[in-house]
């Protein structure tokens, strides 16, 4: 399978830069290289004997994108304008993250136990998170323009700060450990679940085997770690991977992902996608399915092209985002909806389950809603399917 590489990076840096406008004065260039990577995609395709539209699914979709630019019609920014910095680097974020995760680890049961060592730390996270903000005003950014190492240790502070997911991380902790010991007894074991772009790492430091699983695996269930580590010591490695792969395209850890994600996407809104406008999608939904009497949230298409979740609604800010990889003509206009359904019933159905204090998003009840959606088998069937190929191709 051919595979251009940077090709999804160049699109989404392309795509910030229409969001945000070019200075007149790096228009050309801009063109120039949309065009050359677009005429070096199709020549890589000619010389495989192939047509773009047979590369794998990041790859067509970035090149259909970047083919279907009107170039003739940049946005420019204003001459005068203040340029705003691209991405914005700061040191030691990702540091701080490594050193709080190693804390959590290191005090995971009087966390859990005692309430204000809990809030304590959680202030820290705050704190931290709070840190990155400041900094990113200094500079005249705010947090979607970190650069691609920082953005995700941000989040994560966030997440854990804000989401109320800090208990849930300590209770996988929890469940990951006892499993370890049970089936690798003879190993000392440090966890971490961390917003990584792999899945899982293991290492070894001086004293114990380290695990950092990407922070979606949070979501897991005790019976899922026990699994996992019974594969990890019998050395099933290839079960292991596979039992890895099949959780991360299963809704609870797309939505840790997206919620994660949704931390430091940028503050405006952007409905109007390239094939598809969340407007309109929103409008035929609400009247299908909710009488017209929903609340219309801010819309937004993700920044980037995910492949493990399609959507999220955030209560703090009533924010739904869909994700990018579904505004393209290849998917049916009835998946936009669905995915549009199932995060307006969170908005709806929301404030009754925040109530409890762990939130379960996804009860019965959901459920049953969530299946009054027309299309909604061939909708979940498509999206597992799609979430597959992309993970496949990557
Ligand atoms: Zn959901």
Not at 360 to 386: D, K, S, W
């Amino acid at each position: 399978m051919v595979k251009i590489r940077g090709l999804v990076a160049f699109q989404n840096r392309v795509r910030d830069e229409l969001l945000r406008g070019v200075p007149p004065e790096k228009l050309d260039t801009f063109r120039r290289n949309i065009e050359s990577a677009v005429t070096a995609v199709k020549k890589l395709c000619d010389d495989y004997g192939m047509t773009p539209d047979e590369l794998p699914g990041p790859s067509r979709n970035a090149y259909r994108y970047l083919a279907s630019i009107d170039l003739s019609s940049i946005p420019a920014t204003e001459p005068s304008a203040v340029q705003q910095p691209r991405t914005v680097k700061l040191t030691r974020v990702v540091s701080t993250v490594n050193v709080l995760s190693a804390r959590l680890w290191a005090v995971r049961d009087r966390l859990l136990n005692d309430e204000r060592v809990f809030a304590a730390v959680r202030d820290e996270l705050a704190a931290s998170a709070r840190r990155v903000e400041e900094l990113c005003a200094a500079a005249g950014a705010d947090p979607s323009m970190l650069d691609g190492r920082t953005r995700p240790a941000y989040c994560w502070l966030k997440f854990l700060s804000e989401g109320k997911r800090l208990e849930d991380h300590l209770l996988a902790l929890r469940s990951a450990r006892a499993a370890a010991i049970r089936h690798l007894p003879r190993q000392r074991h440090e966890i971490h679940f961390l917003a990584m772009s792999a899945m899982w790492k293991m290492d070894r430091t001086r004293t114990a085997t380290r695990h950092r699983f990407h922070e979606g695996f949070i979501a897991c269930p005790e019976p899922f770690w026990d699994d996992l580590f019974k594969a990890l010591g019998a050395n099933r490695r290839d079960e292991f991977g596979r039992m890895l792969t099949a959780t991360t395209t299963e809704e609870p850890f797309q939505e840790v992902s997206c919620e994660l994600e949704s931390y430091a996407e940028p503050g405006k809104e952007h409905s109007q996608g390239r094939h598809y406008d969340l407007d309109s999608v929103f409008a035929r939904v609400n009247s299908a399915y909710f009488g017209g009497q929903m609340q219309r949230p801010v819309l937004t298409w993700s920044r980037r092209l995910t492949s493990r979740m399609f959507g999220y609604y955030r209560f703090a800010n009533d924010r739904l985002m869909a994700s990018q990889s579904l505004d393209d003509p290849s998917v049916p206009e009835f998946v936009v909806d669905f995915i549009m359904y199932h995060e307006l019933l969170h908005k709806r159905l929301g404030h009754l389950e925040a109530a409890s204090d762990r939130r379960r998003f996804h009860t019965p009840a959901f459920r049953a809603e969530e299946r009054r959606f027309q299309e909604f088998e061939e909708a979940t069937v498509f999206l597992r399917q799609l979430s597959e190929r992309m993970l496949a191709s990557r």
